[in-house]
């Protein structure tokens, strides 16, 4: 199996509908950065249609999907994946275990951006403030999705830090069982430049995290990075940034490889 030390995995573009840029325009973004492998993880639409104004429409997946397959035909030396981000709950358990089943995406990841609160309902940890019944959920969703065994990665983990501002040791507590359940499961945790691009707060990135990361590195636990890039051109500024992001860290990195065309990682 080929070991990818320069890659991206999670990357999306005008198909998930909040994003900008063909395909082909990300491609010859990573091959001017000299990536040897690229994923493409639009957001995945689901049965119900829930998030939609977040999402491509369900209509366009059969178009997305073959796009991807043509820019891998299309690029040498560039070896192209096809993913979705999902945002977890039980309810579609065997919807995604049936794509994943169907050999039509390379992998899927988990990224939680929606939590329900009292009432049911579902908000954005991006535009509202989370209390601790929200972490609660938070940390349901995420420890559920990890359990699943259907994500090969787990984007943005610290996202919710950004949100929370209830008791400090309710969120370490939220950190630890997913610092644990990785290494348990050697499934890697995310290192996100798109959270790098995002206003700063008090002079600190929103995410990634410091507090988290300093727990991870000290936990070992299995850590990749990704731009999760929106546009073309934020793939390199986002790549500078990670890169000197993590010069103050010794981490636990794994890599991407294919088995007979199926993600998986190895130090």
């Avoid at 644990?180 to 990135?205: F, R, T």
Wanted: hydrophobic share 35%.
């Amino acid at each position: 199996m080929k070991k990818y030390t320069a890659y991206n995995l999670h990357t999306h573009s005008f198909y998930c509908g909040h994003g900008s840029g063909t395909l082909d325009e990300y491609c010859i973004a990573a091959i001017s950065q000299n990536l040897e492998l690229l994923g493409f993880s639009e957001h995945l639409p689901l049965p119900d249609r829930r998030f939609q104004s977040s999402r491509m429409d369900n209509s366009m997946m059969t178009i997305y999907e073959k796009d991807a397959l043509e820019m891998d035909a299309k690029y040498q030396n560039l070896k192209v994946l096809l993913a979705y981000e999902c945002d977890y709950s039980r309810e579609y358990y065997n919807y995604y275990r049936d794509l994943l089943d169907s050999k039509r995406v390379n992998y899927l990841i988990t990224g939680t951006h929606f939590i329900k609160d009292k009432d049911g309902r579902y908000s954005s940890i991006f535009t509202n403030p989370m209390d601790e019944y929200g972490l609660k959920q938070y940390a349901k969703t995420v420890i559920e999705a990890m359990e699943s065994n259907l994500f090969s990665f787990v984007a943005h983990p610290d996202l919710f830090l950004s949100a929370y501002q209830g008791n400090k040791d309710e969120s370490l507590a939220v950190i630890k069982d997913i610092i644990a359940l990785s290494k348990e499961k050697n499934i890697p945790l995310e290192i996100n430049g798109n959270g790098m691009l995002k206003k700063k707060v008090n002079g600190h990135y929103q995410y990634p995290c410091d507090e988290f990361w300093h727990m991870v590195e000290d936990q070992k636990a299995p850590t990749v990075r990704n731009t999760d890039s929106h546009s073309p051109n934020s793939i390199e500024l986002s790549l500078r940034l990670i890169k000197e992001y993590v010069k103050d860290f010794s981490l636990n990195w794994v890599y991407p490889c294919l088995d007979k065309n199926n993600l998986t990682f190895e130090c």
